[in-house]
Structures are given as structure tokens and as C-alpha cells.
């Protein structure tokens, strides 16, 4: 029996980094999607590999305590190193995968990535969560029905992979697509998804900057900021979630108007903390785009950590939105074709399929 799982990434409308706290953020599926096969091992030996990045096959055993045992060669690969954190953690959620049958497991995350730099499109996420949903099946356990359960399960399994950080949102939209409200709970689980109809009239437009940035690096330094108690960073969080909540209430409505010019407000607000964190959240390349998007009647922000990766563009005039996308191509940026993923995960055995979750 041979398994795949797929899964879409994301695109951080609103709410960064003010979604750690508590406050609401606005997340949209996109249609770059992680793909994991999983097919029974010929020779009966556990293997794992990464196209494009660990394309030879690593052997590796499931031991007694639930744990991965590299075989092969010393492990210097994090999409394989998510393999071992992703059995460890089904063991704790008393899926055993001990006793079944050996396979070979291939996670594609290539989507993700333009010439080998990290788009930000949340490739680990949907990595976690399509890895989680097929090795669950190959198992022969059935996933939790209610999707804020599931993803409290993939949080604790992606935060180990992640040195102990993240909101949840990019998981969120990989287990069930669409746009969706989400927020987190005080004690950092989920709380509540919600999905949101996007009115007509509203075009997005996202643009990768040309630099990758780390969020792991970027959510570390904003923790030191909180826990130092910088007045400035907590009044700049406050802000942030405040401005997402109005946000997401005028998508709501369908105040389109009112929406745009939010995000002009909201990019501020993301400018302002990078200022007070010491964060280079609005990067030189983003500050260029924005100045495109004013001269094309566009509204850019950054999508999710800053610092470089993506930038989205908001606007009521798919002409302006043709004009932004020309002027981001001509100034050396590049525009990507992306489009809203209305499917979460799916997995599918042999040639039936069968979606986990849906919004």
C-alpha cells in the first residue's frame, strides 16, 4: 500500500507576531504544497530522503523507546531531522509505529523554494503536517476529527522542530486550507480557526523579496524583547493585534476600503516594532515595494516574519494590481503566481483520495 499526503503552504495576511499573544491573525492556504510518499520498504529497512536536499536514502530503525536511529551517515539534514520528531511525537500520542511494516519515506518540499532560497511560504509547517497525517494512516490510526485538537498536536511536534516557537497559524492553514481567522490561547495552544470569506473585489498580489529570513532567529529576539519588558515592543504588539482584529472584521463586511487602508496602518505598525525590537522587519527590499505599490494604488506589507521573503499587495483595481506586479519584475523582484488553496491536507491510498480536513 503506498500513501501520500499533501499539503498547502501559507501567506500571513495580517496579525504577525501579535498572533504569540494571543490576538487574532488572518492566514491564507496557498497552492504550493508538500508532498510525502510513503511506500513499503523493499529490503525491510526504515529509509527517508529529501529531493534536493538529501537526495540519497538515509536507513535509519524505530528503537525501543519510540526514538529514530540514523543508520547511514550522521544526521545534518532538518526535513529528515523532522521524520524523527514527528515518530517520537505519534509515539507520545500512542501511535506505535514499532510493529508495522517498514517503509520509504520521501518529503518534497521543493515548491517552496525558487533556485534553492526559501520563498516563506511555510514549508516546514506543511512538511509537519502532511509527514504527521500519512504516518497516522500508515500507522493505522485515525486522526483527531476536531481541527483545533489536530493542531495542537502538530504544535507541539513543529515547536520541537522549531526550537520551542510559533504561533500555530502556518499549521492552521496546511491542515485546513482557505482563509481562516485563527488565534492561540494564553498557554500557546489553539483556540479557535474560523474560516473567512475574502470579499469580491479585493485582489491580492505577493512578491518574494529575493532574500530569505529566519523566523526562528527573528521570534527569538522579539522573546528576549518581551521577557526584558520593553515597553515600546508590548505597545507595538498591542497595536498590531488591534489593527488585525479591525482587519478582519471589515473583510467580513466587505468593507474593502476601510481594509485597504488598514494595511497601510498595519505595515506602519510592523515598522514600529522592528524599530523597538532591534528587528529589521521592513527591510530595504520591502520599504522598495511599498513605494512601488503607492505609485501603482497598491497597499504592500510584509508576510510573516520580515526581514525579507514575501511581500503582499492589497488592492480593489486589477489593473493597479497588473501595474505593481510589472514595477516589482522591472525594480529586480519576483512575483509569484500564487493562488488561495481551498483544500487542507489530503491523503490519498493509491488512486482514491480522501480529504482530512476542508474549509
Not at 20 to 32: E, N, Q, S, T, Y
Not at 68 to 85: A, K, M, N, S, T
Not at 323 to 331: L, Q
Amino acid at each position: 500500500m503506498k500513501l501520500r499526503a499533501t499539503a498547502p503552504g501559507k501567506l500571513v495576511l495580517l496579525g504577525e507576531y501579535a498572533v504569540l499573544f494571543g490576538h487574532p491573525a488572518l492566514v491564507a492556504a496557498v497552492d504550493r504544497r508538500a508532498v510525502v510518499d510513503v511506500t513499503p520498504a523493499s529490503d525491510g529497512q526504515w529509509s527517508a530522503r529529501a529531493p534536493g536536499f538529501a537526495d540519497d536514502p538515509v536507513d535509519f530503525e524505530i528503537t525501543g523507546d519510540r526514538g529514530v536511529r540514523w543508520l547511514d551517515q550522521p544526521l545534518r539534514q532538518p526535513r529528515l531531522d523532522l521524520v524523527g520528531e514527528v515518530i517520537a511525537g505519534l509515539s507520545g500520542s500512542r501511535i506505535d509505529l514499532v510493529g508495522t511494516d517498514a517503509a520509504d519515506i520521501v518529503l518534497d518540499t521543493r515548491q517552496f523554494f525558487d533556485g534553492g532560497s526559501k520563498l516563506g511560504l511555510g514549508s516546514s509547517a506543511a512538511l509537519t503536517v502532511a509527514l504527521t497525517e500519512v504516518l497516522t494512516r500508515w500507522g493505522d490510526a485515525d486522526a483527531p476529527e476536531d481541527a483545533v485538537q489536530q493542531l495542537d498536536r502538530l504544535l507541539d511536534l513543529h515547536r520541537r522542530f522549531q526550537g520551542g516557537r510559533g504561533s500555530g497559524v502556518d499549521l492552521a492553514a496546511s491542515l485546513v486550507g482557505g482563509v481562516l481567522a485563527y488565534r492561540s490561547d494564553r498557554a500557546g495552544g489553539a483556540a479557535s480557526i474560523e474560516p473567512v470569506e475574502l470579499p469580491t473585489g479585493l485582489w491580492i498580489v505577493t512578491v518574494w523579496t529575493g532574500r530569505s529570513a529566519s523566523t526562528p532567529a527573528f521570534l527569538e529576539r522579539l522573546d528576549q524583547e518581551v521577557q526584558r519588558g520593553t515597553g515600546a515592543v508590548a505597545d507595538a504588539l498591542a497595536e498590531i493585534g488591534e489593527l488585525a482584529a479591525a482587519g478582519i472584521r471589515e473583510l467580513r463586511t466587505g468593507d474593502v476600503s476601510a481594509f485597504l487602508a488598514r494595511v497601510d496602518t498595519f505595515a506602519d505598525a510592523m515598522e514600529s516594532l522592528g524599530d523597538s525590537a532591534g528587528l529589521d522587519i521592513l527591510s530595504d527590499a520591502h520599504r522598495r515595494l511599498r513605494t512601488i505599490g503607492r505609485d501603482s494604488g497598491v497597499r504592500v506589507k510584509p508576510s510573516g516574519a520580515g526581514g525579507g521573503d514575501m511581500a503582499v499587495g492589497f488592492t480593489d483595481d486589477p489593473e493597479a494590481a497588473a501595474r505593481f506586479t510589472d514595477g516589482a519584475a522591472a525594480a529586480g523582484f519576483t512575483p509569484l503566481d500564487l493562488s488561495l488553496e481551498p483544500m487542507g491536507v489530503q491523503v490519498s491510498v493509491h488512486d482514491s483520495q480522501f480529504n482530512i480536513h476542508n474549509s
